[in-house]
């Protein structure tokens, strides 16, 4: 191999090995500065409620919400769940219906397999849902078991504000959820499907 040549490579290795090492560096430093600046800021709770936020993740479905929040934010339980309830009712200040509700992907980062939702109705319903990892048009509709959402005494209540936990998705599989209400003789008024996309657990 020509000697010119070879110092050519040389040098060129050189310069790639210092591009590397200073790539690290600046990367080393970004993390820290970005760190210290979380840090900065984690007792600073206006802060801190700025910068957590619910977002539209079509990932996972059409309308679902997912919380965004700084990855190396420490904030305590109670403070994180005062500051989603508040999110929450800010939300809730406009109207929701069965076919256009608030649909939250765990929200209280509590169980990944959980999905909040909220709509309402102009009179007072019972609710009912049916999730499977089956295509819907591929069952019988007359002999699907649907699962009433019931009230915190354990009851079924009729009512006009629906605010509901579904904690019985499939992680890592496309989810069919039908939602329906019903009147206080039994007939459904309505219903929907909703498909979502949920993650496997840790991702």
Do not use: C
Not at 99 to 119: A, G, M, T, V
Request: hydrophobic share 35%.
């Amino acid at each position: 191999m020509n000697k010119y040549k070879l110092i050519r490579i040389i040098k060129y290795a050189f310069l790639l090995f210092i591009l590397v090492v200073a790539t690290q560096q600046v990367y080393k430093f970004g993390k820290k500065s970005y760190q210290d600046y979380i840090n900065a800021h984690e007792n600073d709770l206006e802060w801190v409620e700025d910068n957590i936020t619910l977002e539209d993740d079509y990932r996972i479905g059409n309308q679902v919400k997912v919380v965004h929040m700084p990855t190396d934010l420490t904030v305590s339980t109670e403070d994180y769940t005062e500051i989603i309830n508040k999110k929450i009712k800010a939300l809730l200040v406009n109207s929701y219906s069965i076919d256009s509700p608030i649909l939250i992907y765990n929200p209280y980062r509590e169980d990944e397999n959980k999905l909040y939702i909220y709509f309402h109705t102009g009179e007072k319903y019972q609710a009912q849902y049916f999730v499977s990892t089956e295509s819907i048009v591929m069952q019988d509709m007359d002999t699907l078991e649907y699962k009433n959402f019931l009230d915190e005494t354990g009851n079924v209540s009729f009512t006009t504000r629906h605010y509901y936990t579904i904690d019985s998705l499939v992680p890592g599989k496309k989810n069919n959820v039908i939602l329906r209400i019903l009147d206080e003789t039994g007939v459904v008024v309505d219903a929907e499907n909703f498909i979502l996309n949920i993650p496997s657990e840790g991702n």
